[in-house]
């Protein structure tokens, strides 16, 4: 096998944003390769909310039937519960999308499903364990990367580079991008507790007593976000396991028994949350999407929706020029352009919410149960407001839409 290959659009990361950007690319006639580093999709605790924004592109691409009958869970309500009290944020169900709810799958099921799609297209090509370290640069212009695998260093020579490889992006690290940290209050503690028959179906944020919990309904078990203010887990562990039990079962009393599946800490990961932004997404050859464009906060689980969003403004965008062979700088900022509102957008909102619920919440003392805040009061007695949170979980700030043609399907291609 050559140590050199040659394509038009290399991709950096297997992940939403670089799987999605390929499919859309090979859907179009354009030779793509993806390179991702692990050897399967197979990790937990990623982001695995699938909302109607998403969904919407599913159905555009004429594959929602096959994509809702993997396993997944639906949500037409998000609901949140302050003290004793329980609410209705979010009602989807008025969203102008043919899925009126966020679907909850498993990041590894997702992206399995998009590679079997892409992979009917003979000019999509998938190289797993294939880690990108470093870019290759001629005359002031990116032209490929180079990406460590099993069988030695590889050169990847292509007409464009797009490093879609996540929050700790090598590619943005390796092209010197200017990065704007905008912060964030706190780390996230995820974590499995086993789910009975008789336990609410529907997804549940808790707070109360200077604690926050989220709970995803994963049928046999929860997917449990714990909230911790930022660089105290050492505090944390400090206090024992038991002291950490304690406290999710004082947020989610019918867990109590349950919470005893947690024999240590290795049963625990840690997400280190970070909110940041490029100033600039590209540079000649090069640019990026998705996380390693803007990490997002997990608030409102968009990550994954405006990465998705990205890919198709990429592949709307730049794929005629691919196939055209001029693709541009002016082309490279067009897709900025195009998505830096949204992206602005979403962590203004995210950052405020931040700032003014999760650090006050966290930073709390209280001896007795919390009140829900006004705005939640308001959207009890008048249920029309539930629209307004949809609409910006859901759908977002702009929502993309398939612009591209297709060329004809041949058999799957075996991955590289």
Same mark, same amino acid.
């Given at each position: 096998?050559?140590?050199?290959? !040659?394509? !038009?659009?290399? #991709?950096?990361?297997? &992940?939403?944003? @670089?799987? *999605? ?19 399967? /999709? %197979? ?11 998403? $969904?919407?592109? =599913? ?18 309500? %998000? ?25 909850? *799958? ?6 399995? /499903? =998009? ?12 190289? *797993? ?6 870019? =290759? ?6 032209? &490929? ?59 549940? @944020?808790? #707070?109360?007593?200077?604690?926050? $919990? ?8 929860? !997917? ?15 206090? @024992? =396991? ?79 020029? %691919?196939?055209? &062979? ?5 082309? %490279? ?36 149960? *919390?009140?829900?805040?006004? /705005?939640?009061?308001? /959207?009890? $007695? ?35």
């Amino acid at each position: 096998m050559s140590s050199t290959l !040659q394509t !038009q659009c290399c #991709i950096a990361g297997g &992940g939403p944003a @670089g799987m *999605m950007a390929g499919y859309l690319l090979a859907r179009m006639g354009v030779d793509v390769l993806v390179l991702e580093k692990h050897k399967d /999709f %197979l990790r937990d605790f990623r982001g695995d909310t699938v909302h109607p924004s998403t $969904l919407e592109l =599913i159905y555009e691409l004429g594959i929602l039937d096959e994509f809702l009958k993997r396993p997944h869970q639906e949500a037409k309500e %998000l609901v949140g519960q302050v003290g004793n009290d329980t609410f209705v944020l979010a009602d989807l169900t008025h969203l102008p999308t043919h899925c009126k709810f966020v679907a909850f *799958m498993p990041q590894w099921d997702f992206l399995n /499903f =998009i590679a079997e799609r892409a992979k009917q297209y003979p000019s999509f090509h998938l190289m *797993m364990e294939a880690e990108v370290v470093d870019l =290759i640069r001629e005359n002031g212009n990116n032209v &490929g990367v180079t990406a460590k695998t099993p069988e030695g260093t590889r050169q990847v020579r292509a007409a464009l580079t797009i490093g879609a490889d996540g929050r700790h992006s090598i590619v943005r690290e390796r092209a010197g991008f200017q990065v704007n940290n905008l912060g964030a209050p706190m780390d996230v503690l995820w974590m499995r507790i086993s789910r009975q028959p008789d336990d609410t179906a529907r997804p549940l @944020g808790r #707070i109360d007593a200077g604690k926050m $919990l989220v709970m995803i309904n994963r049928e046999q078990y929860w !997917q449990c976000a714990f909230l911790i203010p930022k660089d105290t887990l050492t505090q944390l562990k400090q206090r @024992g =396991i038991e002291d950490f039990r304690q406290q999710i079962a004082t947020l989610a009393p019918f867990l109590r028994e349950r919470v005893q599946e947690l024999k240590g800490w290795e049963d625990i990961s840690v997400l280190t949350v970070s909110v940041d932004r490029l100033i600039h997404w590209s540079k000649p050859g090069l640019l990026c999407i998705g996380d390693s464009a803007h990490a997002m906060s997990p608030v409102g689980g968009v990550g994954i929706n405006l990465a998705i969003q990205d890919a198709v403004a990429t592949a709307n965008i730049l794929g005629p020029k %691919l196939l055209a &062979g001029n693709v541009s700088q002016n082309d %490279l900022i067009a897709v900025q352009r195009r998505r830096e509102f949204p992206t602005k957008a979403t962590q203004r909102l995210q950052v405020l919410i931040q700032n003014r619920i999760i650090r006050r919440v966290l930073g709390a003392q209280h001896s007795g149960p *919390m009140k829900p805040p006004a /705005f939640v009061k308001l /959207f009890q $007695l008048f249920p029309v407001l539930r629209r307004i949170p949809a609409r910006l979980i859901g759908m977002g700030f702009r929502p993309e839409h398939i612009q591209t043609p297709s060329v004809s399907l041949t058999s799957p291609q075996r991955v590289a």
